[in-house]
C-alpha cells in the first residue's frame, strides 16, 4: 500500500482550487441570495460582501473593473441575481463567488438607481420648493442644453421663433444619450453659468425607454443644475416621463416643445394685450374728456358765465348797499362819540381853575409851584399872581400865618 503524501496547507489549497476551476458548471453560475456584511472598499473601489438565504451564505468579491458599470449602489438587505464564478481563496482556504455582474432580484437596476438617487437628493433638500429660482418674464437669450440632430431642438427652435423671435437662442449641442452624455450636459450647464450666456436654460431631449433617458438620472446633472445660477427648465422625455432632472430643475416641462412655450412669453398673447390696454386707455381718456366737457357745460349755463354784466350789475348793487349801511354806522358811531366828549368838556369845564378865578379868586406861584401854605414863601420872595385876566409880579413885604 502506497503511503499518502504529505500536503502543505498551501498545496493544498492550490489543489482544491485547482479541481473547483476544473469544472465547468462552476465558471458561470447564477446565483440569488441577500446582501449582508457589504464593504465598499474606498481606495481600490473592489466590493467584498456575503451572498446568503435563510439556510446558508457564501463570500463575495466584485472587483472595481466589474462594478463601475453598476447603475445601483449595493447595500445591506438588498435581494441581487448575480453571474459569477467560483473558484478558492488560497490564503483563508475558503471558497467564494467572483462575482461579474448583479441586477437587483424583482426591481430593474435602473429604477432601482433612479430610487437610491432621488432618496439621497431629496434628503439633502436639493427638491426644496425655496430653493427653485422664477423664470424670467421676458429673457433675451435662451440656452439650449440637447442633442444638435434630434427632433427636440427643432420642435423647441421652432417654438421659441413663433413664440417670441425677440429672444437670442444659444445653442450648447451634447450627446443626451451614452456614456459621455452625463458629463457634457453638466459642463455645458457649468460653462454657460460661467459666461453668464443666458437668462434661462432649457436642458432634456425627445422620449425614449429609461436607458436612453439616463444620462438625465445622474448625479452629475443633478448637482450641475442646482448649483446653476441660471434658472433651468428640464424636459425630458415625453410627458409621463419623470428624470431626476426634473426634480432639481426650477421648473419642468413634460416635453420640449412644452419647456419652450414655458421660457418665453408668446408675442402675439403680448400684442394683444398690449391692444386692449391701449383701448381701455382710450376710452378711459374718452370718458374722462366728456366728463370734463359736461362740467364744462353746466359752467357754462350759470348765471355768472351766461351774462357777466348782470352778475357785476348785482355785486355793485350789493357793494352799494354795504357801503351806504357802512356810511350809517359810522354817522351813528362818531354822533355817539361827539356826545360822549361834549358831556366830558362840560365836566372838565366845570371843573376848570378859570372859572373859579372868574368868580374872583387868583392863584399864586412860586417858581412855577402853586402856593397853598404861607410858610412855603418869606420876605423879599418874588411869587407870580395868575388873576381871570392877566397876572401880576409880587415882592412879598410881609408873611401872615
Known sequence: MKAPTVL?????????????????NLKNVIVSGEISNFTDHYRTGHFYFTLKDDKAAVRAVMFSHSNRYLRFKPENGLKVIVRAKVSLYERDG??????????????????????????KLAAEGLFAQERKRPIPQFPLKVALVTSPTGAAIQDLRNVLGRRYPLATIVMCPVQVQGENAAPQIADAIRRLN????????????????IEDLWAF????????????????????GHETDYTISDFVADLRAPTPSAAAELAVPDILELFNYSTSLKIRLLNSFKSFLDSQRQKLKILESSPGL??????????????????????????????????????KVGKLDALSPLKVLGRGYSMAFKDG?????????????KIDITLQKGGALCLVEEIRE
Open 94 to 119: 475558503q471558497y467564494q463567488l467572483y462575482v461579474e455582474d448583479m441586477q437587483p432580484d424583482g426591481l430593474g437596476a435602473l429604477n432601482l438607481a433612479f430610487e437610491q438617487l432621488k432618496e
Open 8 to 24: 502543505s496547507v498551501s498545496q493544498l489549497n492550490t489543489y482544491v482550487k485547482s479541481i473547483i476551476e476544473a469544472d465547468q
Open 194 to 209: 460661467a459666461r453668464n450666456f443666458a437668462d434661462v436654460i432649457i436642458v432634456g431631449r425627445g422620449g425614449g425607454s
Open 306 to 343: 351766461a351774462s357777466p354784466r348782470m352778475a357785476l350789475d348785482i355785486h355793485r348793487q350789493n357793494l352799494d348797499r354795504l357801503i351806504t349801511g357802512l356810511f350809517g354806522e359810522v354817522a351813528i358811531y362818531l354822533n355817539e362819540k361827539k356826545s360822549d366828549f361834549r358831556e
Open 217 to 236: 438620472n445622474e448625479e452629475e446633472v443633478a448637482r450641475a443644475i442646482s448649483v446653476s445660477k441660471i434658472p433651468v427648465i428640464s424636459a425630458v
Open 369 to 381: 409851584v402853586i402856593l397853598t401854605d404861607s410858610s412855603a414863601v418869606k420876605v423879599g420872595d
